[in-house]
């Protein structure tokens, strides 16, 4: 199953890795992402993707459990509109219900949250179900450590699980990811885990927010081979025009492949890019205040009158007198 989740899920990780003395810039060359989609936090990213990156960052800076270590940083509220919904339950019982609820709908699928009480022990699970190995691991680590600052946002920063299960395996990495979640671990688990006293779940939140998240880029939640290929087209067009053949080697297919996938799903990938490029320049157009050249170098086109004669087309208007006619969605770059 191919999962995806949203970029806000890497949580802090440029600050992590150069503070300690690795380099962001070299794990997403590493991983061949564009360094742009930390600046896009709600743009959809494929699992496996994320696995990668995690995993590349922990060999940059030579840190076996990345993922805990990266997730004492991270804030769940910061998981775009989702995070911020889901901590302004009521209590803590409300924001777990919010985030079995909407995980899947608003942040990330293929990934399964599980809850059960057992006596007066609470336990709280996630598990991946998107069948990428590469950065597994690290992504579990991160997964649990957003569970851990759920909990917190309702009881306090100081506050400590009961017990952490883990996928590690055998004594010596239990203890040491005991040094980092400062809470006893248990290796070999099936699935990640925090449990807690079943108690805490009547902990009041310190604000209360009502309305689900609003609309925000769609995360793919059945998706087929066209919107895997729209998903990476998207990320790529961070840097520039899509590339066909970067496209197929992230979903590890030939060219000739993604094309024949495509057409058996009656789509072509000129077709995809080009709803991209319009979508992408209107947005440029009615949010920002750069000139025609520089978006449309940006989009990857030659010079601004292609580009111009481009959003004609889909617009029947030129740049220039689309933007004045929207002048009131332009905000300052």
Known sequence: ?????????????????????????RVFDRVDLPLALLDNPDLPLPLTEQFKVLSEAAHEIGDPFFGAAIGRLVRMEKLSAFGAWVTGAPTLAG???????????????????????????????????DAGAHGRFQNELLGVSYLIDGVRSFVGRSWTPTLVRSTCTGAAQAAALEKVFEAPVMHSAPVSAVEFDAALLSARGRRQTHAEPGIEPPIPLLPGFREDVAALSAIALLEGRPKIDWV??????????????????????????????KDRAIALITSTNRNVTEIAHQLGYSDAAHFSRAFQRWTGLVPSRFRKINHNLVLPT
Not at 8 to 23: H, K, N, Q
Not at 103 to 129: C, G, H, K, M, Y
């Open 1 to 25: 199953m191919t999962g995806y989740t949203r970029a806000s899920a890497l949580g802090p990780i440029t600050e992590f890795v150069e503070t300690r003395g690795g380099s962001i810039e």
């Open 95 to 129: 924001a777990i219900d919010r985030s079995h609820r909407g995980l899947n709908r608003f942040l990330q699928t293929a990934t399964d949250l599980q809850f059960r009480v057992i006596d007066t022990t609470a336990r709280w699970s996630i598990e991946f179900q």
């Open 248 to 277: 197929a080697s992230k979903l590890q297919r030939s060219r000739r492949s993604l094309q024949r996938s495509l057409d058996a799903e009656g789509a072509s990938f000129s077709h995809l890019l080009d709803g991209l490029l």
